[in-house]
């Protein structure tokens, strides 16, 4: 697998005051999880024809244990609501959203090309230490701020 850290400006969460409660639910309405076989060990319930088996060189998500597509849409859905999102233009959409589960893994989801608002999205492995802690980090934070 390839090695994935690096400085990637476009890859930092947004600033919690870009990311109000209101944005945010505009965002959940307009924004929607569909995952990609191509990061898939086990496709589950995600519905890809014919089965899919991850490229070498991509981090798959359920490398731990199988996710089903209600539980990735979830996490996809408290990322959000978290603001756990990259910066994005105005009337834009992020590239990035980031959430953790319950076992503290982090996942990244990702816009996919040529899409309007479609994500697909993967675990940050051992290759992705920094974003990971930095992530799980900021998680931890805004979920103290906003419970």
């Not at 991850?54 to 359920?62: E, G, I, N, Q």
């Not at 959000?80 to 990259?86: F, H, T, Y």
């Not at 959430?99 to 309007?116: G, R």
Request: net charge positive.
């Amino acid at each position: 697998m390839r090695k994935r850290e690096g400085n990637r400006p476009d890859r930092r969460i947004a600033s919690m005051d870009v990311t109000t409660n209101e944005v945010m639910e505009r965002l959940k309405a307009r924004l929607d999880y569909v995952g990609s076989g191509i990061h898939k060990l086990r496709p589950g319930d995600y519905g890809f024809v014919p089965s899919h088996n991850p490229r070498p060189t991509k981090s798959v998500c359920d490398a731990l244990r199988s996710i089903p597509l209600d539980e990735a849409k979830a996490l996809f859905e408290s990322g959000i609501g978290l603001g756990m999102v990259s910066s994005f233009p105005e009337n834009g959409v992020p590239k990035y959203i980031w959430a953790v589960d319950c076992d503290n893994e982090v996942y990244e989801a990702k816009t996919k090309p040529d899409t309007d608002g479609q994500y697909h999205g993967y675990r940050l492995g051992d290759d992705d230490r920094i974003m990971r802690r930095y992530v799980l980090d900021e998680w931890q934070r805004r979920c103290k701020i906003r419970s």
